[in-house]
């Protein structure tokens, strides 16, 4: 029997020469990925880049970015993915924690901006200090950094084809032929592992949001809530042939869920999920609509304890932090409900550090419920032992109305103790808003 190169070889070895595998602005065939898979690792390994040898990737989202992913995994290199917004501070930051031999750039200046391009410039750097490999992990992604400073990440191969698995076994993903337009981020877990190995995996094609007509032709969309609340503007064509839509990434709120079907006829689904387990639940078909993120997915291991999710996974995923590591079960930080009768799981905001008496409390509903204040743009409640509500708007948001309107729509006992009004919320690099109390406070926001 043949033994595989490296690991993702069957993958990337799936389906005819002239099967379209994804289309920018012109229409890419998997002959063609495999080609330049192969052209990319011979200038690599030229570079001195092989098996154990640390890589960081920056800079434009395409193809050459992802062939690039590809040559090195073959190569058996370690590869960390990050996100093109990823400011100087952030990434330095990151590189003195962890320091990679290799540095690769894609992209000039004039390309920062683009969401995604075909092909474009390459620059490989060799830093000076660079350190080998110290783990098994062949992908680094950073945490999303909602509630603090982002972690390292890392996934093993196993953990990664493990995932696909899970994937490929809920109801209605995308299957065989079927058109995926890809809004997610390639350095986030969802858009590389959910959305690019899933579609190498089952023989979907890509769509990504280069110029280009075809992205209408899609039948799934995978992207972020905001994603969709720009796709349910009147100003945006509708799909010819969309069947499903999924949403990951933060929360859903119903103003998009309904647009959005308004709009297009589709129901969003959810996946949810974390950058250190992957995806835990999903809702394909928009069933639970935004108060619930669909049933564990196939295979995942999950409890519930003192109403926060945990997930067990086989060994730690973080890189360098030192963390806490009891009996393989990971906690998520997310406070859940589990419907008893569907098997859904329903977030109920985040935990903090602190106890509190509010953990049966639904935080995420009492943002919808602010969120739908014809002042307020953006929202975000924390509580533990007092409930706090953080949000921006217009002018005339107004801290005692606020409360009238939570009171009337919620009842007292779910209404804000505090309302912390600012010109905008904070949000992470990759677009999170932050819940994180002394990030609010460095904001601008006041006891």
Not at 188 to 214: E, K, N, Q, W, Y
């Amino acid at each position: 029997m043949k033994r595989r190169s490296w690991w993702g070889e069957d993958l990337l070895g799936r389906g005819s020469d002239d099967e379209l595998w994804a289309y920018g602005e012109r229409a890419v065939t998997r002959g063609r990925l495999r080609a330049e898979v192969a052209w990319l690792a011979g200038v690599y390994r030229h570079h001195g880049i092989g098996a154990g040898t640390t890589v960081a990737l920056h800079g434009t989202p395409g193809f050459t970015q992802l062939w690039s992913v590809f040559a090195l995994w073959e190569l058996g290199a370690q590869v960390a993915l990050i996100e093109q917004k990823t400011c100087l501070d952030e990434m330095t930051c990151l590189l003195g924690r962890w320091r990679p031999r290799y540095f690769v750039t894609f992209g000039g200046s004039g390309r920062r901006s683009r969401p995604f391009t075909d092909e474009c410039e390459v620059l490989v750097r060799r830093l000076p200090d660079g350190e080998p490999a110290s783990t098994g992990h062949c992908l680094l992604q950073l945490s999303s950094g909602t509630t603090g400073t982002g972690k390292l990440i890392g996934r093993t191969p196993e953990s990664i084809l493990a995932e696909l698995g899970r994937i490929s076994a809920v109801d209605g993903v995308p299957g065989p032929g079927e058109r995926v337009l890809l809004l997610n981020s390639l350095a986030h877990s969802f858009g590389m592992v959910g959305g690019v190995l899933h579609g190498l995996d089952t023989g979907a094609p890509l769509l990504f949001p280069a110029r280009s007509s075809v992205v209408r032709t899609a039948d799934v969309v995978l992207g972020e809530p905001r994603d969709f609340a720009r796709l349910s503007e009147e100003t945006v064509a509708p799909f010819t042939s969309l069947r499903a839509a999924i949403s990951s990434g933060d929360v859903l709120h119903h103003e998009v869920f309904d647009r959005f079907r308004d709009r297009h006829g589709v129901r969003i689904g959810q996946a949810y999920g974390t950058t250190e387990t992957g995806v835990i639940a999903m809702d394909v078909a928009g069933r639970f609509a935004v108060s619930g993120v669909g049933k564990p997915v196939p295979g995942i291991r999950t409890r519930v304890a003192d109403g926060v999710l945990d997930v067990h996974l086989a060994r730690s995923p973080y890189v360098i932090e030192a963390e806490p590591w009891f009996g393989g079960w990971l906690s998520t930080g997310d406070r859940v409900r589990r419907d008893p009768v569907t098997g859904s799981l329903q977030l109920l905001g985040r935990t903090e550090r602190a106890g509190g008496g509010h953990r049966d409390l639904d935080l995420l509903e009492i943002e919808r419920v602010l969120a739908a204040h014809r002042e307020v743009t953006d929202v975000v409640v924390l509580g533990s032992d007092v409930i706090e509500a953080h949000v921006a708007g217009t002018t005339a948001l107004d801290p005692d109305h606020l409360g009238s309107w939570c009171r009337r729509l919620l009842g007292a006992e779910k209404t804000p103790s505090r309302y912390h009004v600012l010109p905008a919320l904070p949000r992470t690099t990759n677009g999170k808003y932050l819940r994180d109390r002394n990030a609010l406070r460095t904001a601008g926001w006041s006891r």
